[in-house]
């Protein structure tokens, strides 16, 4: 088993990634990261600013010809080496994960194999994904398409679900064939500054990948850079609006994938026990940091008081702790910011009475008290149109609602500004067909959920966003189709 004082080891002053180089210094000053399980300083990191975009943007835009014509085959296999150095460096990559956001280094390898697992599965497309011949009339002539990547590609993202997030997204740029530049979060910037290591490592050419850690400065940077020809952005949608004002000087094509306040609707006929371990745990999952987490549990009224008991039995049994003790389930939330957020949130939600706390809603003390832990939290009776039940916590809290029947399962679900995931739990068949099909959301799970497939498209409706993320969705989200026109007389 790891301890903290060993993983801490792993750290090295942060530095930033553009072409071959390895910088030290940014323009936009330095960050000092707090490990959230402990409240202690890591070593700096340097935050980029205007002069290292448009550095990277250079070698970016510098590296895009020879990536964009290298063979299929010489493009798949480098993306495979990186796959598979990211599958052999998964324990050190978890383990900074851990460092950088207090989340059970158990979670962070799962995280790590599932970016893995989407760079092998966008590797697969490179020698596959094709153009398509198109019937014209009325004279002889072929018209066909070619599918371009954009060229170089802005990514930005959270600092929630980083590998996994890397794999969905710069997997398939590169697979597109983009060059990029990356802008870690700065809440969460160790692990992608090693996954820059491995870039290179695997021989994939220098300034195809450059990253460059910053914050909101940083961001604006990429987002007005003329040199950037899309951006990808994870993250808020506060942000997003922001980034959508910003890219309209340049008419940037933008992909987003932002928050959510995703129901889980529980009816009478489900299997109650299973659908309550979901419902208890799932919420409260990277300490409840996770945009598809089912933060809305919707309970049909014959079963409400029999499920919630559940619920909150499951919810109590919870272990909070360090991210490398076996035993975790939940780990701190990122900072000391956010923790005052969701703590001024829970005491909103008291203070608007519209449900009623049954469980958690307090910072941890104790030997935890350094740290930024919260204690699992359910609110039941809760009225939907209520403030908890309305806006993304992004913190550890269920908010347990009422229905009485299908109609109002399927208007209570779709009551709300966000549409990222919904999930179900039935053993009727034919109501679980006809709720997914009136469910407003990018993604329904039923009767459970294991995990994002990179085969499967991800994505939102509504508020939470547009573009998708994984499947051949996913690439063709990096490539735009060149058509052809030759007559033939
Ligand atoms: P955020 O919007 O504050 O920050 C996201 C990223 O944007 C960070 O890298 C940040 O440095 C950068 N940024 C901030 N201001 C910027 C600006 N003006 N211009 C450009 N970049 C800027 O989000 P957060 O709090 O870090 O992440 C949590 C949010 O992300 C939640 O809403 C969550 O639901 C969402 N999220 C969505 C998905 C998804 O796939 N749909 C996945 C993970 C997280």
Redesign the pocket.
């Known amino acids: 088993m790891t301890t903290m004082e060993e993983a801490e080891k792993l750290l090295r002053p942060g530095r930033m990634l553009i072409g071959d180089e390895w910088i030290e210094k940014g323009s936009g000053g330095e960050y000092v990261h707090i490990n959230p399980s402990t409240g202690q300083p890591h070593p700096p990191i340097p935050l980029g600013g205007a002069e290292e975009v448009d550095r990277a943007v250079k070698a970016a835009r510098a590296a895009q010809p020879a990536w964009r014509g290298m063979p299929a085959d010489a493009r798949r296999d480098a993306l495979l080496r990186l796959a598979a150095l990211m599958r052999e460096n998964a324990d050190e990559l978890a383990t900074l994960n851990a460092l950088d956001t207090g989340s059970p280094k158990k979670n962070g390898l799962g995280a790590v194999l599932s970016g893995a697992e989407h760079f092998t599965y966008f590797a697969g497309w490179v020698d596959k994904v094709g153009g398509e011949v198109i019937p014209t009339w009325p004279a002889p002539a072929l018209d066909y398409t070619i599918m371009e990547p954009y060229g170089v590609v802005g990514v930005?993202?959270?600092?929630?679900?980083v590998m996994h997030?890397i794999g969905q997204v710069i997997g398939a740029a590169l697979a597109a064939g983009n060059c990029l530049l990356f802008?870690?979060?700065?809440?969460a910037p160790f692990t992608a500054l090693r996954f820059g290591e491995l870039v290179l490592e695997a021989g994939i050419p220098p300034g195809v990948v450059n990253i460059v850690p910053?914050?909101?400065e940083g961001?604006?940077a990429?987002?007005a850079h003329p040199g950037i020809d899309k951006i990808h952005?994870?993250?808020?949608?506060?942000?997003a609006r922001?980034?959508m004002a910003s890219a309209a000087e340049t008419l940037k094509p933008l992909t987003f994938?932002?928050?959510?306040k995703s129901a889980n609707i529980i009816f009478a006929d489900a299997d109650l026990q299973m659908a309550a371990i979901y419902s208890a745990f799932l919420p409260m999952a990277n300490a409840g940091q996770?945009?598809l987490l089912p933060t809305r549990l919707l309970v049909e009224d014959s079963v409400y008081d029999q499920v919630v008991e559940m619920v909150i039995g499951i919810t109590k049994s919870m272990v909070l702790g360090e991210p490398f003790a076996e035993e975790t389930a939940i780990g701190p939330v990122i900072n000391a910011q956010a923790a005052e957020r969701i703590l001024g949130m829970i005491d909103q939600a008291k203070a608007e009475g519209s449900g009623r706390l049954v469980t958690g809603g307090k910072r941890l003390g104790g030997e935890l008290a350094n740290g930024y832990f919260i204690e699992p939290t359910v609110f039941v009776d809760v009225d939907n149109s209520s403030y908890i039940a309305q806006h993304?916590v992004?913190g550890p809290v269920l908010a347990v609602i009422r229905f009485k029947d299908e109609a109002e399962a399927v208007a209570l679900a779709n009551d709300t500004q966000f549409g990222?995931a919904a999930y179900l739990h039935t053993n009727d068949l034919k109501r679980a067909h006809r709720v997914v099909a009136q469910l407003e959301a990018g993604m329904v799970n039923v009767n459970g959920f294991t995990g994002i497939f990179p085969g499967a498209p991800?994505g939102?409706v509504k508020q939470?966003?547009f573009g998708r993320?994984g499947g051949r969705h996913g690439l063709e989200d990096f490539m735009r189709p060149k058509n052809v026109y030759i007559p033939l007389t």
């Open positions: 930005i993202i959270p600092w929630n679900a997030n802008k870690p979060p700065e809440l910053g914050g909101p961001g604006k990429l987002v952005f994870i993250g808020s949608g506060a942000t922001q980034i994938e932002l928050g959510g996770g945009c993304e992004f990222l991800f939102g939470s966003g993320m």
